[in-house]
């Protein structure tokens, strides 16, 4: 059973930087893809960046692109997610999570992943 931890959230000031660890126990594959999801009270969990397992393959969502970044350590199973130029509206519960499944394309939507952490609270101040 693979499980995930993430780390790094913290409260920084509009511009800031932050990086997020998830960190997985477990046995995860190649073909696996790890998300990143950011949720505030109220509303719906969204998607925030993916990278396949591999490395082979990043997605990002709109808001974030040319700001945020995606990269992973196979020997640490360690996925990280760099937040540049952070803004009052990225702050939220970010949670990584995990889709198993063996796909080409990289899925968008939090119900195609399986396995989630905890959460860690990212909050920007203006």
């Known amino acids: 059973q693979v499980r995930l931890v993430e780390s790094g959230g913290g409260l920084v000031q509009a511009g800031d930087s932050l990086r997020l660890a998830c960190a997985a126990s477990g046995i995860t594959t190649t073909w696996n893809t790890v998300g990143w999801f950011r949720q505030v009270p109220g509303a719906r969990r969204e998607f925030v960046a993916a990278?396949?397992?591999?490395?082979?393959?990043?997605r990002f969502a709109d808001s974030v692109k040319g700001r945020f970044t995606i990269s992973r350590d196979n020997a640490k199973n360690t996925v990280y997610l760099q937040l540049n130029n952070l803004k009052p509206e990225d702050t939220s519960i970010y949670y990584c999570?995990?889709?198993?499944?063996?796909?080409?394309?990289?899925?968008?939507?939090?119900?195609?992943?399986?396995?989630w952490g905890q959460g860690t609270q990212v909050t920007v101040s203006s």
């Open positions: 999570a995990l889709d198993t499944s063996v796909s080409a394309n990289i899925p968008l939507s939090d119900s195609d992943y399986e396995i």
């Open positions: 990278i396949r397992w591999g490395g082979d393959i990043t």
